[in-house]
Structures are given as C-alpha cells and as structure tokens.
C-alpha cells in the first residue's frame, strides 16, 4: 500500500486546514489508520488514529476538541480536520497504515507499518 498525504500549508494562527491520504495499491478499508507529526527538533508524535470501521477515534491530548480524524473508505481515504491551529502544531504531518485492529487505534509509531510522505502545516502566530 502506497500512502500520499496532502493539504499541508501555511495557516495563520487560528485559522483550519484539513489534510488528505490518499492510498493507491491495496484498500486500507480493513485497517486501523493514523496521523503522526513531528516539529523540528523534535521526536515523531501520534496525532490522531481511527479503527478500520471508523468508530472509537483516538487523539493526542494536545489535539483533543481541535482536531477531527475521519476516513472515507470508498474513497481509500483518510483526512484530518485540523481547527483552531497554534504555532506549536508546526511540524511534517504524516499518515500511516497499521499492522493490527486494535480498537482504539494505537498510538504507537512501532504498530504502523506503511508510511505516506509527510506534508508540511506552517502556523504563523
């Protein structure tokens, strides 16, 4: 499976992106699914992660009433609404692919197995 994310950009403070995966080369309908960021300088971070049927989202405390993952299996796509964005959400925003169904979908970057490029959120202050 082949992962492509996008809808990065540059956002002022306050402002709403929402983000794209797009997976070619397999269905990813039966797999839990996740967005990961990481800032510079810093370590890999779970963001945000939905189960393959869609229900029981997980997020980071940090994104927790801001963000929205949600994916459209018919579509082989998972999105991430991202409102209310801060400086500090800056960072490569990646998706990624999950070895097993675990309800709720894991927060650990180890238990992905398939990874998109990232795309780049910029959030001016």
């Known amino acids: 499976v082949q992962l492509q994310a996008s809808g990065g950009g540059l956002v002022q403070d306050g402002g709403s992106l929402r983000l794209s995966c797009a997976a070619s080369g397999g269905t990813i309908s039966f797999t839990n699914m996740g967005w990961f960021r990481q800032a510079p300088g810093k370590e890999r971070e779970f963001v945000a992660g939905?189960?393959?049927?869609?229900?029981?989202?997980n997020y980071a405390d940090s994104v927790k009433g801001r963000f929205t993952i949600s994916r459209e299996n018919a579509k082989n796509t998972l999105y991430l609404l991202m409102n209310s964005l801060k400086p500090e959400d800056t960072a490569v925003y990646s998706c990624a692919a999950a070895r097993r169904r675990t309800v709720p979908a894991t927060k650990e970057a180890s238990e992905y197995i398939y990874w998109g490029q990232g795309t780049l959120v910029t959030v001016s202050s």
């Open positions: 939905i189960s393959w049927g869609g229900g029981v989202p």
